[in-house]
């Protein structure tokens, strides 16, 4: 069977709609396309009027030797990125805290506050350099929808009791974390099925190989039943390649040839999620310093603000208003701390921006905690 027959086949059986017909392959309309599957098409129909099937394997060999290349240097990368945020989440705030807040804390609070809705933009900057092979797809639309219409109404109940009942420090980045924690499971269970359905598909080729019968009766399925109900793009696509081989061709080699393909593909993805791994770690050292500053300037600022001869020249000591409008703005700073390194960690690992609240629970609490312990520490510092 051709690769452009096969394509046609894929698009008739309903697993890829998006391909192309064979009149629109012909008359080259193929613009709404990316540039490597024109490409595809481009060898498909190439190999469809030469009988040249060669080309194809070449071609994927280049094409996951590129794959293989970018995901190396994506590991490299996404770590300098990661650094590099640190300076907006962590360095510049650190900075401008112990200094200019002390000259004008006004201008200070408002510089921190567009430094931390600069860390949340700059974090959808790794989606750059992420490779696209390696990405988890988001949950179905309706799924997503219930999950952040959820989240938005957990947010709001826990921010009118914490902070109009409880009148607690932080009450906007705590409701945020507590309200994530059931849409955070839902997500980690969400990846694990990602991961899950790319090791069975490993697991199903194998069996291919090792099994005398036909795989789909050894397994007691209809391939169309397993290919529909596989939600991952890569592990679907190899589902698929099981179920040509069995049904055009049943050839050991065949089988043989996927595998290798596959395998390779599936050690780079779980290689760049062990290596991306260490960025949790990153991720809650960067939350508990940036809480850490804040509550031990708060409380020094209480501490200094008693003693009026301490302001003098270009020092300038903030009133008790200055300090209690810096509390409150305390608040939004570490709730859009939390979000961009939430963001910035998702981006990185999944490179889906939508699993940010799989973070958040863990930064919004983090910061929680290292702030008001750092508080209490402060206070004894300054008795």
């Known amino acids: 069977m051709s690769p452009l027959s096969t394509l046609n086949l894929l698009r008739q059986k309903g697993f890829f709609e998006y391909i192309p017909t064979i009149e629109a392959i012909r008359s080259n309309k193929l613009n709404f396309y990316s540039r490597r599957f024109r490409n595809l098409i481009k060898l498909a129909r190439f190999s469809h009027t030469y009988g040249e099937k060669g080309i194809i ?182 589902n698929i390649c099981i179920y040509l081989i069995s049904l055009y061709s049943g050839k050991k080699d065949a089988y043989m040839f996927l595998e290798s393909y596959y395998r390779r593909y599936l050690d780079f993805i779980k290689r760049l999620r062990d290596k991306t791994r260490v960025m949790l770690i990153y991720f809650l050292i960067e939350c508990t310093v940036i809480a850490s500053i804040h509550a031990f300037m708060f409380t020094a600022l209480e501490f200094m603000s008693k003693f009026d001869v301490l302001s003098s020249g270009i020092i300038k000591i903030p009133t008790h208003v200055e300090i209690m409008a810096y509390r409150k703005s305390i608040d939004l700073i570490l709730t859009l701390t939390s979000l961009a390194l939430s963001l910035t960690t998702a981006n990185s690992r999944e490179g889906n921006p939508v699993f940010f609240l799989l973070y958040l629970p863990f930064s919004s609490v983090a910061i929680t905690v290292a702030f008001y312990v750092a508080y209490f520490l402060g206070g004894t510092l300054f008795l």
């Open 57 to 238: 394997r070449q071609e994927i060999e280049r094409q996951l030797q590129k794959v293989e290349v970018e995901l190396e240097l994506a590991d490299y990368n996404l770590t300098q990125f990661y650094e590099f945020m640190s300076i907006f989440t962590t360095i510049f705030p650190s900075i401008i805290a112990s200094t200019l807040i002390f000259i004008d804390i006004s201008l200070a609070v408002s510089i921190m506050i567009l430094l931390a809705l600069a860390s949340n933009v700059a974090s959808f900057l790794s989606l750059v350099i992420f490779p696209l092979e390696a990405r988890i797809n988001n949950p179905n639309t309706r799924s997503l929808a219930r999950i952040f219409i959820l989240f938005g109404i957990l947010s709001t109940i826990f921010y009118i009791i914490s902070s109009a009942i409880l009148d607690l420090y932080l009450p906007a980045t705590l409701s945020l974390g507590i309200a994530a924690f059931l849409p955070s499971i839902v997500m980690f269970n969400y990846i694990q099925e990602e991961i899950k359905e790319l090791d069975e598909a490993m697991n199903r080729i194998r069996l291919a190989i090792s099994t005398p019968f036909n795989i789909f009766k050894h397994l007691g399925k209809m391939p169309k039943e397993i290919i529909l109900e596989t939600r991952n793009p890569i592990a679907k696509a190899a």
